[in-house]
C-alpha cells in the first residue's frame, strides 16, 4: 500500500511559478513508476509528466514541455514538480500517483495509487 499526499498547490499569477510536491510512504517506493495528472474545471484527466523509478527517465504532456519539471527523491520518498511560466490554462487540480510498473508511465489506468490531489489557480 502506498499512500500520497500532495502539497504546494495555490494562487499564483500568469507568469509566476509554483513547486508541488508528493510525499509518499510504503517501503517501496524507489521501485515505483511515478506521474502527476490534473483535472481542470469541466475538463477530463489529463497526463501532466511522468519518471521512472530512478529518476533516469522522464516524459511530458506537450502542454507543459519546456516549463514543468518533475524530479524524485527516493530517500526522501518525494516527488516534485517544478511548474514555470504558468499560464492560465494550468488551472487545475494536480494529482500525484504511483505505478507498480518502474518505467515511465504516461497512462492512468496503469497507476496503481493515487493522491487527493492539490489545486493550482493561474490568474491572468
Known amino acids: 500500500q502506498v499512500l500520497l499526499v500532495e502539497s504546494g498547490g495555490g494562487l499564483v499569477q500568469a507568469g509566476g511559478s509554483l513547486r508541488l510536491s508528493c510525499a509518499a510512504s510504503?517501503?517501496?517506493?524507489?521501485?515505483?513508476?511515478m506521474g502527476w495528472f490534473r483535472r481542470a474545471p469541466g475538463k477530463e484527466r489529463e497526463f501532466v509528466a511522468a519518471?521512472?523509478?530512478?529518476?533516469?527517465?522522464?516524459s511530458y504532456a506537450d502542454s507543459v514541455k519546456g516549463r514543468f519539471t518533475i524530479s524524485r527523491d527516493n530517500a526522501k520518498k518525494t516527488v516534485l514538480l517544478q511548474m514555470n511560466s504558468l499560464k492560465p490554462e494550468d488551472t487545475a487540480v494536480y494529482y500525484c500517483?504511483?505505478?507498480?510498473?518502474?518505467?515511465?508511465?504516461?497512462?492512468?489506468?496503469?497507476?496503481?495509487?493515487w493522491g487527493q490531489g492539490t489545486e493550482v489557480t493561474v490568474s491572468s
Open positions: 510504503g517501503r517501496t517506493f524507489s521501485t515505483y513508476g
Open positions: 519518471i521512472n523509478w530512478s529518476g533516469g527517465s522522464t
Open positions: 500517483a504511483a505505478s507498480k510498473y518502474t518505467i515511465v508511465v504516461v497512462t492512468a489506468d496503469m497507476y496503481n495509487y
